[in-house]
């Protein structure tokens, strides 16, 4: 039953975020949405922000997938996942964007995404890079990926998610390589 009753608050919430402003959205209109009291939200969530936190991770742990037998292309595929998903959710992303500020997203942005690309550049640096040059590297694609991110968003970049992210895998695809290779060579 928890599960379920957490699934209908953060669709709730979603539904919600397509009709107003995150901001907006309060306990009160969640609990209506979903038909449950204040006290179930307040089990499972401290405030509508722990909510929105949440559903940001979940989202984006679905969109970054490590494919354990390709994970040299297992970046390609997320970033493939994150155009589609951009796509069908534009007005959630760019009210999420609103709601949380600038810093904040970008930053939220780079955090999820640091795992996924550290063991996707993992293979590709793998007894060529040591530990921390792998992470320096891990954390600059990161927030390439988020400044992107934030570029779209802002309005800075035209072609539609799909496009951009298909940009980001052509003029990526031999720079993991080269990158960790050079800084090995600095060793």
Known sequence: MSNFTKLAIMESFVKLSKEMPIEKITVTKITE???INRNTFYYYYQDVYALLEEIIDIKMQKLFVLDEENIEDSWKA?????GQY??????FIKYLYQSMGRDAFGDKLTSIAEEPIYNSLKVY???IADEEDLKAVTYGFAKAFSETAVDWI???LKPSP???MENIIA????????ILKNISNKH
């Open 33 to 35: 949405k979903c038909g």
């Open 125 to 127: 640096g793998d007894g």
């Open 154 to 156: 802002r309005g800075r």
């Open 162 to 164: 799909v496009q951009i």
């Open 86 to 91: 951009a796509v069908k959710n534009e007005e």
């Open 171 to 178: 003029v990526m695809s031999e720079v993991p390589d080269v």
């Open 78 to 82: 997320s970033l493939r996942l994150i």
